[in-house]
């Protein structure tokens, strides 16, 4: 199927989602600044939409982010994305927003910045190379970008004005509501039925029950993703013959299980080599070619799942839809995203990147360790100098202790002193209760009183880590 051919198919019933994108980049051309936030659950074509708002932004200056979930963590990453490319026009701003930004980039040292000059910073940079072109920042999954991205990109788009941008973000509905909150939204629902049942019946081949169609139409509820996705994972015969009708399930948690059952067929050595693309945030192909080759597998492995439209790698390494990763990511053994991880952290470079090293090494280690847990301490002391917060990567290493010590009581007096506001408002499961506190070491302990401090005091705290 063509390219052309997927992306007519995606935009069936979406005119009046056109038509909205179309008004907001006449109006930013005009000189009024416009914001829209698409909000939709997952696989209901926002990033369709997306798409379709590049296309007709020929001349324009387009700055792209996208939100990975396991990089929420990391402060500042998703505005890095939008702003690492404007970078060169760092000089033009004010010394103090110049002195913010470059600080929460990593490329000077100072105290961390007062958050609203971080804030302004941004917006001045924006509007340095609106007056050279006019801006486009599109941002997808932004239910996944780190707090503090979240919050500036919240603050730049509640003070837009005059200027020729366009700031278009796509967020998934059921997780991460407050992201952007009260900003102009654009709602994508499923499409209607027509609609849907023409987008099935355009991209299955071969005959498909009546029956059939009509209940994954029913079941999809417009989805579009789901409807070209239930069909693949189905026997020819099912859709002939009125077998396999979907469950009741949620459409996402099929859509994924799906993708489960797509990724299981392929080779081993090309499943690992899947995981390990899901477990690296960064899309970085030379990075995971480095960890193939820890991994022992040959990056032909890639192949099968490329072919099987699940997987691309060219300048990115690139998931058909985030669901994929996911997919790939929770149906992984334990044992086998620990060994991605490790090889990730050998792969990353500890001089450049020792943050989401040591995001790695915390995630390949199944208990705790003291020296992973000095490594998470060392990071946390870095992410409150740029003014972010400390890594989740302390609830994992801190979360399930399998081991007992001596000063197992100074451990509970120390995380006693912690307060429950505090417990709360940072985030991290519930870690400071007696029962766990008691098989701290005390170096543990220490480290978690210092993460929570950290994050309590940090504007931006980390959200609930969840492990499976």
């Known amino acids: 199927m063509s390219q052309g051919r997927v992306q007519r198919s995606r935009l069936l019933g979406r005119r009046s989602e056109c038509e909205a994108l179309d008004r907001l980049l006449t109006d930013a ?45 990391l402060a500042y990453s998703g505005l890095h994305q939008l702003c690492g490319p404007m970078l060169d026009r760092l000089d033009r701003l004010p010394i103090p927003q110049r002195e913010a930004l470059a600080t929460v980039f990593g490329l000077s040292t100072g ?43 919240g603050f730049v788009a509640r003070r837009l004005l005059a200027e020729r941008i366009a700031l278009v973000c796509a967020t998934r509905t059921g997780m991460g509501e407050e992201v952007l909150a009260g900003l102009p939204e654009l709602s994508v629902h499923g499409l209607g039925d027509s609609d849907a049942r023409a987008l099935l019946l355009e991209n299955v081949y071969g005959p498909l029950d009546a029956a059939v169609c009509d209940q994954i139409v029913t079941e999809s509820h417009g989805n579009p993703l789901a409807l070209l996705e239930f069909p693949r ?13 979907p469950d009741s399930q949620p459409v996402v ?55 099987a439209g699940l997987l691309g790698i060219g300048g990115r390494v690139e998931f058909a839809h985030p669901l994929v990763r996911s997919a790939a990511y929770r149906s992984a053994a334990a044992e086998d995203r620990h060994r991605v991880h490790r090889a990730l952290a050998e792969a990353t470079d500890p001089e ?36 972010g917060v400390s890594p989740r990567g302390f609830a994992h290493a801190t979360e399930v202790p399998r081991y007992r010590s001596r000063m197992a009581t100074t451990s509970i007096a120390c995380l006693d ?44 705290w980390v959200a609930p880590c969840t492990t499976r």
């Open 417 to 460: 002193r912690v307060s429950w506001f505090q417990r709360q408002a940072s985030g991290i499961p519930y870690l400071c209760c007696r029962s766990r506190a008691a098989s701290m070491t005390s170096r543990t302990a220490s480290i978690v009183i210092r993460a929570y401090s950290s994050l309590y005091s940090s504007w931006a």
């Open 233 to 245: 994972s189905w026997r020819a015969a099912d859709l002939a013959g009125g077998c396999g009708l």
């Open 253 to 307: 948690s099929k859509i994924e299980q799906s993708y489960v059952r797509r990724l299981r067929v392929l080779p081993s050595e090309t499943q690992l080599l899947v995981l390990a693309a899901a477990a690296e945030p960064l899309g970085d192909p030379l990075l995971l070619h480095r960890a193939a080759e820890t991994l022992g597998v040959d990056m032909a492995a890639a192949d099968p799942a490329a072919d």
């Open 111 to 153: 105290p961390a910045p007062d958050r609203f000059l971080v804030g302004l910073a941004a917006l001045t940079l924006l509007a340095e190379i609106a007056e050279e072109q006019p801006l486009v920042c599109v941002v997808d999954d932004a239910q996944w970008l780190d707090r503090a991205s979240a919050q500036i990109l």
């Open 352 to 387: 450049t990147d020792p943050d989401r090293r040591a995001w790695h090494r915390a995630r390949a280690t199944p208990g705790p360790g003291e020296e992973v847990a000095a490594e998470l301490e060392r990071s946390a002391g870095r992410a409150q100098a740029r003014g």
């Open 29 to 73: 051309l005009s000189g009024r600044s416009g914001v829209a936030v698409l909000r939709g659950e997952a696989g209901v074509g926002k990033s369709a939409l997306l798409s379709y708002l590049s296309e007709r932004v020929s001349g324009w200056y387009v700055a792209r982010a996208v939100g990975v979930e396991s990089e929420m963590e």
